[in-house]
């Protein structure tokens, strides 16, 4: 029963000895812009591979970690893009595939079961896709909650149509129908400057990214569905229904939204995040996070907080 699960008991040892112990037992490699030395506390065990990464991400104080594949025609290309991490930049010739459900919906998909390992998301890719490189690529990132980086100028031909599956062998298989390559790893983004929290896109999309690790679009309220739809299968057939009415339900909300001016749109997020029901359900997302924190760590953190506050509010960069 402990099969696939991972343990670390660490108590204030450097966040590189944490990060190649979680390595050495699920060959999934971390890339951090993290100071590796820095000491952090971690006490997990037998858990599964996402809540040992929630484990990690709380105590070192990282948020928006993602499983990303690096997809190139060669090994050459890999390594570039490897180089270009965490941030290349906007004339770097990498496209950057990322769509997310927007942060003020999230907490009403709290009652989604979570995959036991990221790897283990599935895509299903659309029919009649056009049998090219980054059509396919762009698919696969609407389905999943991956990242998906590679040369700008790189879509060739492919053979035959994706076959999709679980998406750490699915993506791979893509890059080689390409005659390319694929490298699987996990982003862990050391915390933004207080002032570059990424805001409302000026395209109008909620929740989209343009600075620091991201540089990602919204998910279309019209994909929620479809992405969550393998979660969903996941609960009890009696529970099915009512929560994918729910979901539906937002996604129409947030569409009608979109056609609204900037500012009813912020307002309309606004009375959102107040709502005590959804306020609840954050804070419940937030409080697990900080269970996992020594008491030390969550006082350090807040300490931090308030410290970027107050840089902030004097015009400061952090």
Do not use: C, H
Not at 35 to 59: F, G
Not at 245 to 261: G, K, M, V, Y
């Amino acid at each position: 029963s402990w099969w696939g699960t991972v343990t670390l008991e660490f108590e204030n040892k450097p966040l590189g000895r944490v990060l190649d112990s979680f390595t050495r037992q699920t060959k999934l490699t971390i890339f951090t812009d993290l100071d590796r030395a820095k000491p952090v506390t971690v006490r997990v065990r037998r858990v599964t591979v996402t809540e040992a990464l929630e484990a990690i991400q709380a105590s070192a104080e990282s948020r928006g970690g993602r499983l990303a594949f690096l997809l190139a025609p060669d090994p050459a290309g890999l390594a570039r893009i490897r180089s270009l991490l965490p941030r290349p930049a906007e004339d770097s010739g990498i496209r950057i595939l990322e769509f997310r459900i927007p942060f003020p919906a999230m907490a009403s998909l709290e009652e989604l079961p979570e995959w036991r390992d990221p790897r283990n998301q599935t895509w299903q890719p659309t029919p009649a896709l056009p049998k090219l490189l980054q059509p396919a690529a762009e698919n696969a990132a609407e389905a999943t909650e991956v990242r998906v980086l590679l040369p700008a100028d790189w879509n060739p031909p492919l053979r035959q149509a994706p076959a999709g599956g679980e998406i750490s062998s699915a993506l791979p298989a893509l890059a080689k129908m390409a005659g390319g390559r694929a490298e699987m790893i996990f982003l862990l983004p050391a915390p933004r400057p207080e002032g570059d929290r990424g805001q409302e896109s000026s395209s109008g999309g909620f929740g989209a990214r343009a600075s620091g690790w991201n540089r990602s679009s919204s998910l279309p309220p019209d994909k929620w569905v479809e992405r969550l739809g393998p979660r969903l299968a996941a609960l009890p057939k009696e529970d099915q229904a009512s929560l994918r009415a729910s979901i539906q339900e937002t996604a129409r909300q947030f569409q009608d939204w979109e056609n609204l001016p900037p500012e009813q749109r912020r307002e309309k997020v606004q009375a959102l995040m107040e709502d005590p029901a959804n306020a609840e359900r954050m804070s419940d997302r937030f409080s697990r996070g900080m269970r996992r924190l020594s008491p030390e760590q969550r006082s350090q953190r807040y300490k931090g907080y308030v410290e970027r506050r107050a840089q902030a509010k004097s015009g400061q960069n952090p």
